[in-house]
């Protein structure tokens, strides 16, 4: 099946500091890219749509100053978290919609721990 | 989008067969129902995705009543590697496909 990574794994950073997580599908191309958030024992939340060579849609109450996404090409969307604050330690997923078949496939998440 | 409705837990056995329902009663006619895995930090994994009565594949059936306000998941005797959440979502997967994920049902398989 249609694999989606993301890079880094995980990371840990100190406050203050801004943190980029890249989303890239492996093969196949993703006009659409969706972030996730999931705190522990929780759901996952829907951030923002991400669409190739235009701006991303936020969702309510997501702060897009802070959550930076870009997706400058059809494998690639970046989410840079600016100013990381420990309340932004989170479990961080994106999904990459496949637009020639219209399924949605997962990354395996990123686990950012701010210091 | 729809909302999903599921139960918080359930508890089974090796070997059992477990099923899980979704109540979905505000699916519009061009929704898809989705069920997606997930472990511990890892993201969700797509088990199955039906419109309409049943659809089967290699690790579980997916029932759908005529009205389509509900839906079953039923995993085939489990393992204990099925504990995990299971998600239940509605959604067209069309130009926005973004999907909405509700509480999710954790499964806990015991030995």
């Known amino acids: 099946g249609a694999v989606v990574s993301q890079h880094p794994s995980r990371v840990i950073c100190k406050s203050g500091t801004s943190v980029k997580i890249e989303c890239r599908s492996l093969?196949?191309?993703?006009?659409?890219m969706f972030w996730y958030r999931q705190f522990p024992k929780k759901s996952l939340m829907l951030m923002a749509t991400?669409?190739?060579?235009?701006?991303?849609?936020?969702e309510q109450g997501v702060e897009k100053d802070k959550f930076l996404i870009n997706h400058a090409s059809l494998t690639l969307s970046t989410l840079t978290v600016t100013s990381a604050h420990p309340e932004d330690s989170s479990f961080y997923i994106c999904?990459?919609?496949?637009?020639?078949?219209?399924?949605?496939?997962f990354g395996p998440g990123t686990r950012l721990t701010v210091l | 989008l729809a909302k999903t409705t599921q139960p918080i837990s359930m508890d089974s056995y090796e070997g059992q067969e477990v099923n899980i329902t979704c109540s979905h009663n505000?699916?519009?006619?061009?929704?898809?129902i989705t069920w997606y895995q997930q472990f511990p930090s890892q993201g969700p994994r797509f088990i199955i995705q039906g419109y309409k009565t049943k659809v089967t594949n290699e690790v579980a059936s997916l029932f759908i009543p005529a009205d389509r306000k509900s839906s079953t998941l039923s995993l085939p005797r489990v393992s204990l590697s099925d504990t995990a959440v299971y998600y239940c979502l509605v959604g067209d997967g069309g130009s926005q496909g973004n999907l909405i994920f509700g509480k999710g049902t954790k499964l806990s398989v015991k030995p």
């Open positions: 991400s669409n190739e060579g235009s701006k991303a849609t936020y």
């Open positions: 093969d196949f191309q993703a006009t659409t």
């Open positions: 505000n699916i519009a006619t061009n929704d898809y």
């Open positions: 999904s990459a919609r496949d637009q020639l078949a219209g399924e949605q496939f």
